[in-house]
């Protein structure tokens, strides 16, 4: 095993970093199925596992795909969702050292639970650990699940298996966290409403941009959860 | 599903990605830009879900999904696992949308 070569310190947060990673695939799998089903290949499905590796990016743009969007519909709301990996290597960046090429490698697995499992340890060396450990994980077992997940899609009803109810599902999961504090909260409450009250009117898969408004909540000083 | 948004959000994402760690490194933000950055997941997300369960293009709609996610937000809420939070929504998506 990998794990029996590492300072025996550091083995329990390595130990609890690749159990997320397998968790992750499951995810994985839902964005392979819903991919095929919004009319993507297989080959698409994997490339943009492999290339975008940001769930709840990739998952948006299934997702408006799926109901007619235009790619530019997909791509903005996307982007904008994949800027708070710009964030999270804000905060890697004093864990992270090393060389260039290390540091490019480094900033393709920041993600949501990388970044995540590193700020929850203390001391460098284990933040660092953390990260390293969930980031090559989640990106094993992310494409692995989509690989699955895609060929699966290809065979059978999604519509029937209530799969299409998979991805709010997932999101669900992922959006949890973001309301520990109260703006969050609002932030997420204004957005829905926002995103319901534009759906009708604006150009499909606008209405998600329509909700980045909720964002100015932030503008005011933050107050305790 | 285009070519075009495969390879454009790969390398959009990847450009955010370096921006943050490697060109902006451990310099900081303003306090009021990193504030609403944060925010993005929560704004962008919700509005998915509610897109993703009370929609089909640009009707709003009560079907199936409704009785899913609502399930799937119990049992976040009860700290299911992620697996179980798919599985139940999903689950229960098909048996309403069989049953009516």
Redesign the interface.
Known sequence: MLLDRLDPELRPVATASATVGV??G??GA?FGVA?VA????VL?AC??SL????G????????V?A??GS?AA??S??????????????T???V?RGS?VR??V???L?L?ESTAMATAQTGRRHQATAFWVTGVAVFVFWNLGTLGGALLGSEIDT??????????????????P??ATR???I??????I???VT???VP?GM??L??????????RK?RPA | ??????????????A???????V??????PP?V???????????????????????????VLD??AA??AV??VA??RRA???V??V????????V??AF
């Open positions: 968790v992750i499951a995810f839902v991919s919004a009319g993507s290949s698409q490339v943009m290339l975008v590796f940001t709840a990016s990739q998952y948006s743009a299934v997702s795909v109901d007619g790619t997909a791509l709301s996307s982007l904008l969702l994949a800027a708070r990996n710009g964030v999270y290597g804000l890697m960046a004093r992270l260039l540091r490019l480094a900033a393709h920041l949501d519509a029937r298996w209530g799969l299409d109810a998979a991805v709010p599902a997932g999101f669900v999961a992922m959006v949890w973001q309301f703006e969050g909260r932030a997420g409450l204004v957005g829905a926002v995103c319901l759906i009708p009117f499909i209405s998600v329509c909700a980045a408004v909720a964002v100015l909540v932030g503008v933050e | 599903m285009s070519w075009t948004l495969v390879i454009a959000l790969g390398l959009g994402a990847y955010f990605k370096v921006l943050g760690l490697v902006i490194g451990a310099r900081t933000l009021v990193e504030r609403c950055l944060a925010l993005i997941p929560a704004a962008l997300l919700s509005a998915l879900i509610v897109k993703d369960t009370f929609s089909v293009g640009h009707d709003l199936a999904r899913g996610v799937a937000v976040t809420w696992p992620i697996p939070v798919i139940l929504g999903s689950a229960v998506t098909a048996i949308r069989a």
